[in-house]
């Protein structure tokens, strides 16, 4: 066991602490202000929008490029087209100092760049973890699928566990994107170099912080764009908001920050919401069993009646207002200072809208209000603004948002 740095999560709490301010206190620098601690200021990076909205790459997207075999230890992996360029060059500038002596050309990990991870593609994962969730949902004593005879039964259940599981173990594809279990690399801006045990603070000491070539790395990192990840600092992640960066990002017509939030990503609610009732629906036929035995009263008797539970086609439930159960979800599992009451008046307002415009619409305006407090702990980095919101104040009146500082 390492006597100053953690090297796995078996330790008291006290020595964990310890040896985590230790860690961060010999591999903090001033001097390189492009090594960031991503689980606290930036926790949020890549993940969010400017003001909160959770992001992702749509599917479709033609912004991805592959990384070259050459330098993979894996297959088929990618990243946004400027990133990878970008890393390209960084690699080449590796190559050509170890090539050169003038830097350790023995060093395991910061001398021939490797590429380890990049791109993690978020609809697949949150798909392996909506399938974990079903099956531990339809466990729990409180959604009761033995004796689930219809829709409503489910969604009153659903609501009752959300209520105080939402915010851990979050339900909806925005929630998920945000939650600490999601990694930054699903923002298509990572890459990293190494394929190391986070919570070894130990080998991270050893591998990366102790090399010889530990300042080259910061500095040709800050030089091609890249910010570092002192929590794990083989982890490489674009600065957009950076001219190096930016430099890449105009090759491919995304001239600022802004044009590469705008071009490269869009809300998660966006195709999320369209499949909400489908998903609902999955939902209800993996937990309603094939039929229910209930007690009823005959001449003084009670009979036991085998019933079969209610089935329900996409069309019918697409006539029940699922908005209500949308939004109300959407509030257990973000951190939120509204009232009670305040709650219930933003859903009968979405609800409305929905009907004067369209659901799409009334969804927009909705995540950009549970969305623009962001009071999660660690988001030392972000920055408090007003700004305008016209449609917003139209229906919830005034708007007070928060920027991610890109």
């Not at 620098?29 to 890549?46: D, H, P, R, T, V």
């Not at 021939?112 to 339809?138: F, S």
């Amino acid at each position: 066991m390492s006597t100053f740095y953690k090297e796995k999560n078996t330790e008291s709490t006290f020595e964990l602490f310890n040896k985590r301010v230790v860690y961060f206190g010999d591999s903090s620098s001033s001097e390189y202000e492009n090594l960031i601690n991503f689980s606290a200021e930036k926790m949020m990076y890549g993940r969010v929008s400017r003001t909160f909205l959770p992001i992702v790459i749509p599917q479709d997207s033609n912004r991805f490029k592959s990384i070259p075999s050459e330098s993979l230890t894996s297959q088929n992996l990618k990243a946004l087209n400027f990133v990878v360029d970008a890393f390209l060059d960084l690699q080449q500038q590796f190559l050509k100092c170890s090539l050169t002596n003038k830097i350790d050309n023995s060093d395991e990990y910061l001398s021939n760049l490797k590429v380890y991870k990049a791109y993690i593609d978020p609809y697949n994962r949150y798909n392996r973890y909506m399938q974990r969730y079903k099956d531990i949902l339809k466990l729990d004593s409180r959604m009761n699928s033995t004796k689930l005879s219809n829709f409503d039964t489910m969604k009153d259940s659903l609501l009752n566990i959300m209520e105080t599981a939402g915010k851990v173990n979050p339900l909806t594809f925005p929630a998920y994107i945000k939650s600490k279990n999601t990694p930054i690399n699903i923002s298509g801006l990572v890459i990293e170099i190494a394929d190391l045990d986070g919570s070894n603070d130990d080998e991270k000491i050893n591998s990366f912080i102790n090399s010889k070539n530990w300042n080259f790395y910061l500095n040709a990192c800050r030089t091609y764009g890249f910010m570092v990840d002192q929590n794990m600092p083989w982890r490489l992640i674009a600065d957009i908001g950076s001219e190096p960066m930016l430099e890449y990002a105009r090759n491919y017509n995304l001239n600022s920050t802004d044009e590469i939030l705008a071009f490269c990503y869009e809300p998660a609610h966006y195709g999320y919401y369209t499949n909400f009732t489908q998903n609902l629906l999955d939902m209800y036929n993996h937990f309603k069993p094939r039929s229910i035995i209930q007690l009823t009263e005959c001449n003084g008797r009670t009979i036991p009646k085998r019933i079969t539970p209610k089935n329900y086609s996409l069309e019918s439930l697409n006539n029940m207002n699922n908005i209500e159960l949308y939004c109300n979800l959407r509030f257990f599992e973000e951190e939120s200072s509204y009232t009670e009451q305040e709650k219930k008046q933003i859903i009968r307002n979405t609800i409305q809208l929905s009907k004067t415009k369209t659901e799409g619409t009334a969804i927009e305006i909705f995540e950009r209000e549970i969305n623009k407090t962001f009071d999660y702990q660690g988001s030392l980095g972000y920055y408090v603004q007003k700004s305008e919101a016209i449609e917003q104040e139209e229906i919830f009146g005034e708007v007070i948002t928060q920027t991610v500082r890109y």
